[in-house]
């Protein structure tokens, strides 16, 4: 398979930079007129593929949406994994995984290998970058991608996100310099192989996005407030293409009606904001 | 339900100081003769059940393992959820997640209210731990309980978790404290609803483990090297009871037969360093 990061910039070439988030909460089912069950979740999905394929390069399910019906909810989101792929949808399965030795390696046979495998799968580097290394070799090893949380959208994460490592550097730059490194290391596979999520509500880090060498995947736009016009001075300079802005509620929020015209419109916005 | 510190105390006075991690990795699951399918998680869950009801109090599967089959790895959990139940085991779900918002609270529905309810869950606090609080919510309104990784047991974990926060306190120690706060809160439930995940392998922190007022489970002993009187030096001083050193792959190692032998072992050894 080609690498995750040029099947994106492909992607976005030629459908635009704009990620959809499926969050099927208890409210947008409920707006949406769907059973807060498995197979609410399963109607929500479908309509969403059915109103965003061609339109959009990339869908990012919220995979706690999903969970919120143990083994029935997965089940859904296996289905929509392959519906999604079958319509020409790369997909980002967003659970902010992360764990050490036998258990992230378990993580990417879930997730990069397994029943569940997508195009790439967002991580959580409490336990240190370096622990997460098995998810990294699988993604290497598959055209895969593993996208590590290193700024949120959030206020609250500062404290961790921003805190200053023995080295001098915040955390998130200590993190964006290791994935440019982990990008130019030589190892097959592994340029692009690892991004990072980099919330589009937060200011420009100290180590220039532009050096990272994968995709960036910026949650936050819309009902978390960030706009075009934000992404495009965040993401200033970064190669054309790997820039994924994400929004959810307020595509979803209007209806499986509106979803099409909401993407095309935020999707152009994007794109002219990214030039 | 009494509270979820309450229920692990009464049952380390009854059962002793051990969580047992069911970990049905591949290499484990083929040691006992076992198939890596969701047919093979079930009989190593259901052997693990058998032989350690009312030989220690606490269960941890790691959800990993458990994903690695998707659907039909989540029902195998399902199940091995209600067999622990069933036998007088409380249960925490390893599973660390962490995310903010309605899916934070999505969480929350699936692990503390929902087909996974289980006694308590593990997370990850890189979003801010005031992002979790959908979590602790739960936690407190259903007598069960959360627990932040504050420490983990491997050594690339540091960079973050030993960053400084601008309040100049380390990032575990900022947590510690925080938690601290959240179990002398005031708020209905509050007491005791939040714990920590300290590894056993880990330097005593700043903060007194003793302050931190919630359960404190502490994987690491056995296989990643750490003993009972490691142990007993970095929880000294804790209220008795609330502390669940954690193994896994050392118990889990020689087969079904060995197990209940090797808990009560350990178990004993760890009574003792905890006195």
Redesign the interface.
Known sequence: MQPFTERVVDAVGASGPLCVGI?P???LLDAWGLNDDAEGLGTFGARCIEALAGLVPVVKP?V??Y?????????A??ALIGQAADAGLLVIADA?????????D??A???LR???AVDALTV????????LEPLFDAARATGRGVLV?VA???????????????QGS??QD?LLGAIAALNTSGAPGAVGAVGAVVGATRAPPAVPLSTVGGVLLAPGVGAQGATAADVGRLFDGCRPGSVLPSASRSLLGGGPSQLSAAAERLRDDLAGALL
Chains 1, 2 share one sequence.
């Open positions: 969050d909460s208890p409210a919220q706690a949406f969970e919120r019906h143990g083994s029935a909810g997965v089940a989101l296996e902010k995984r992360g764990d050490i030795g036998s258990t992230a378990a993580y046979d879930a997730w397994g029943p569940l959580t580097p409490y336990v240190g970058l370096g622990a949380l949120s959208s959030n206020p609250e994460g500062r404290t961790v996100q921003e805190a200053r490592t023995t915040s955390v200590a």
